[in-house]
């Protein structure tokens, strides 16, 4: 891949973004294998600072304890975890030498990291249910995907998905692939995916209906789901299911 402007990965963060699950390193991994750039977008959510705004608004915190929230308060906190994460990806970036920058921006999460990452791809970790992630610091974990799942349209998008899964797998940080598309895959992808070293599984299912599609896969249980951007960066139905996934997505452009 060439160095230009375009060759980057965009990782879409909030507040309920998992940033130390296994999926953060082998990000960064899988971007100093490709030779390309990270950038952050952390999204602070402008629906939920205007509620905040509002006259006697409150949340539930996690010991069942209602506290008020206000909209500097929610702002403090999201700065305070958005400097948290920048400073573990800067240090995970710095370890493989991978170029990192990083931005705040306030708007819908979802909306705001796909015109972020319009013209690049898109990464999308797992999300949590809780709205703050505990204050101890990362956790030491093996960056690793068990199982990799892509969606498959046609030949034209063999190259780039076989370019991330020989990123991932000649690093070790996967075992097991998953076909996801209408029909029989060619013989020619097998081959390749074999040739990588990887155990693989084929799921029949119809492309015209993402959401359900997301949920077919979900079953099958992989840590990552590679996709065409165009596929599921839809807003409405899909974008509430993708904001619930509790796997990583990479979404190619």
Known sequence: MSASEQERIVLALDARSDFRAPAMD?????????????????????????AAELPFVSEMGA??????????TLRRTNR?????????????AGQRQVA???????GNWLRTALHAGARCDLFIPPRQRRTSAPRNGPRPVAAMFNRVGFVYREP??????????????????????????????PAEL???LAAEGLSTFVQVASLSQPAELLKLVCAQGPGLLIAPKDLLA?????????????MSVLLLR
């Open 190 to 192: 097998l081959d390749r």
């Open 80 to 92: 305070e975890l958005s400097a948290e994460l920048n400073r573990l990806m800067s240090a995970l």
């Open 234 to 246: 839809q807003a409405g139905p899909l974008a509430r299911a993708l904001d619930a996934l509790p």
């Open 156 to 185: 034209a998008q063999t190259p780039r998905i076989m370019s991330v899964l020989h990123a991932l797998a000649s690093n070790g940080h996967t075992r097991e692939a998953l076909v996801v598309c209408e029909g029989r895959p």
């Open 63 to 72: 010991a069942g304890h209602e506290r008020t929230l206000t909209a500097d």
């Open 26 to 50: 082998t990000l960064v991994t899988m971007a100093a294998r490709l030779g390309v750039a990270l950038e952050g977008v952390f999204v602070e959510d402008a629906e939920l600072l205007r």
């Open 100 to 106: 990192w920058r990083y931005r705040v921006a306030e």
